[in-house]
């Protein structure tokens, strides 16, 4: 899953495979146990990386109409337009290689069907724009009001199932998975909607969007940093290799939030920042990816 690209002159970011996860720290795990936390692990990583694709998607859309690293960003396009359909597969059927089982429960088949539906509808706009190489204003308008929806759907799987699947992972570990992936996503629409801010194209909707995310976002980083509770929980701040990892986040935020708040000032965006937002875009998956690689390895190490 989640296969990655590379252009010359701009990191392509690597969507981080999630493989055994495992307890962390105190809770020792029988086999049948430590299986069934894979498996919701996995969901919970793949279900957030759905929620992810739909902003890095109109984010990428957002970049081809502007015509900066066009290739780039449809190439990142047609990379997610087909992750999208084999994540929800694998998320219903199972995936041997990582470990995940198909999915029996009710309530969570009716959350990834939901996101489905959602997804027949976005995906055949999203897939225009790949055909034809360019998207104009009323057919980004279209993208834009569908995939903020498909959002919402994707992240109400997510805590279905953490609800649903509450005993079989340990749940600083559930939480630090989503906190992360949640922080992937923000970094993508947080971007894409300083740029329609700029643009002027429903400035006044996606500037009040974009004055909520800029906080949630560094709320994501105080939670990772073990500053600030999540669900009435507090969790472990994230130390070594991992609290390098959120440094160089914490660096990349200290750059990028004084360029969104100038977009969302002065409604006007050059070409310099076009290209640095992009690079941000990239960094900030990169980065926040490598988090999850650590979180992971140190499970299978435990």
Known sequence: MNNSSQKAGLKRPTIAVTASILAVGALALTPSHAAAAI???????IAGDLRMFTQRMALSVAFVMLDVEKEHFLEVLRDEYGEFQADIDALRNGDPEYQMSPEENKLVLEAINTVEFGWSILGPQLKDVIDKGEVDDAHFAKIEKVNTQVMTLADSLIHRILTEYSDEVPLDLAYQIDVTGAQRTLSQKMIKEAILVALDFEAEAHHEMLTGSIPLFQFGLDKLAG????????????????????DTATG?????????????????????????????ADDLLVTFDAILEVLIREAELA
């Open 227 to 246: 500053k600030m509770m999540h669900n009435e929980q507090m969790l472990p701040a994230l130390s070594g290799e991992l609290a390098g990892h959120l």
């Open 252 to 280: 990349l935020w200290a750059e990028l939030k004084p360029v969104l708040e100038k977009l969302d000032q002065t409604h006007e965006i050059t070409e310099a920042d076009a290209l640095m937002l992009a690079k941000e």
């Open 39 to 45: 498996d919701v692990s996995h969901k919970i990583k």
